[in-house]
C-alpha cells in the first residue's frame, strides 16, 4: 500500500490554480474583446446584434457593375453629342443651335458624371464606408429626376413628332420605370432602420 502523498497530482492542480488561468471563452461575432482597460478591438464586419450582414457586399458589387457600365455607355453618349454640336455649330448662326443638341449635351455630362459616382460609391460602399451612403443617396435622387426630366421631354417630342403618338408615350414611361428600379430601391433601403443602425458601426 502506498501511503506517500500523489506529488505530482498535487503540483498540477497547483500550478493550475495559480498560473493555469483557463482561456476565454471566444466571443461572439461582432462583440469586442477587452484586452485591457480602455481597450477594445471590435471584429470586422461589426454587423448587427452580433450577426454578420452581407448586403453591403452584394450591393456594392451591383454599384461597380451598374457603374462601370454606365460611365462606358456616358462616354460613348458625349462624344456623339459632341460630335453632334460641332457639326451644327455656326458662329453666325448660333441663335439657331438646335435645343435638342443643346440638351443632348447637358443630359451627357449627366450620364457620365452619375456612373462614376455610382462607381466609386460603391468601391467605398465595398470598403463599409459610410461615405458611401452618402454617395448612394446623392446619385438615386439626382438619377430620379433625370429619369423622370428626360421621360417627359421624350415623350412630349415623339408624341409631338410621330404618329401614333401614345404608343411611344408608352414606350418612354415604360423605359423610365425600369431604369428608375435600382435608385428607388436605394432610396428605400437606406432608409430601413435596421440598414442604419448597422451604418452608425463604420468607421
Known amino acids: 500500500m502506498n ?20 482561456s476565454p471563452p471566444p466571443l461572439p461575432a461582432g462583440a469586442a474583446r477587452q484586452d485591457g482597460p480602455g481597450d477594445s478591438v471590435p471584429d470586422r464586419p461589426v454587423g448587427i446584434h452580433g450577426r454578420r450582414v452581407l448586403w453591403p457586399v452584394a450591393i456594392a458589387a451591383a454599384s461597380i457593375v451598374l457603374g462601370a457600365r454606365g460611365a462606358l455607355q456616358g462616354t460613348f453618349g458625349l462624344i456623339g453629342a459632341l460630335v453632334r454640336l460641332v457639326g451644327e455649330f455656326d458662329i453666325n448662326h448660333i441663335h439657331r443651335l438646335d435645343a435638342m443638341s443643346v440638351m443632348a449635351l447637358l443630359f451627357g455630362f449627366l450620364d457620365l458624371a452619375l456612373p462614376i459616382l455610382l462607381l466609386v460609391g460603391g468601391l467605398l460602399l465595398w470598403h463599409q464606408s459610410r461615405r458611401a451612403v452618402r454617395l448612394h443617396w446623392i446619385y438615386a435622387v439626382i438619377d430620379v429626376l433625370r429619369i423622370v426630366v428626360l421621360a417627359i421631354m421624350q415623350g412630349v417630342h415623339w408624341t ?6 401614345g404608343l411611344w408615350a408608352f414606350w418612354h414611361l415604360w423605359r423610365a420605370t425600369v431604369l428608375a428600379v ?3 430601391f436605394l432610396l428605400v433601403w437606406f432608409s430601413r432602420a435596421k440598414v442604419r443602425a448597422e451604418i452608425r458601426l463604420w468607421r
Not at 409631338?160 to 403618338?165: D, H, I, L, T, V
Open 3 to 22: 501511503d506517500q502523498p500523489d506529488i505530482v497530482g498535487a503540483h498540477a492542480a497547483a500550478g493550475g490554480a495559480s498560473g493555469g488561468a483557463a
Open 160 to 165: 409631338s413628332s410621330y404618329s401614333p403618338g
Open 182 to 184: 435600382y435608385p428607388v
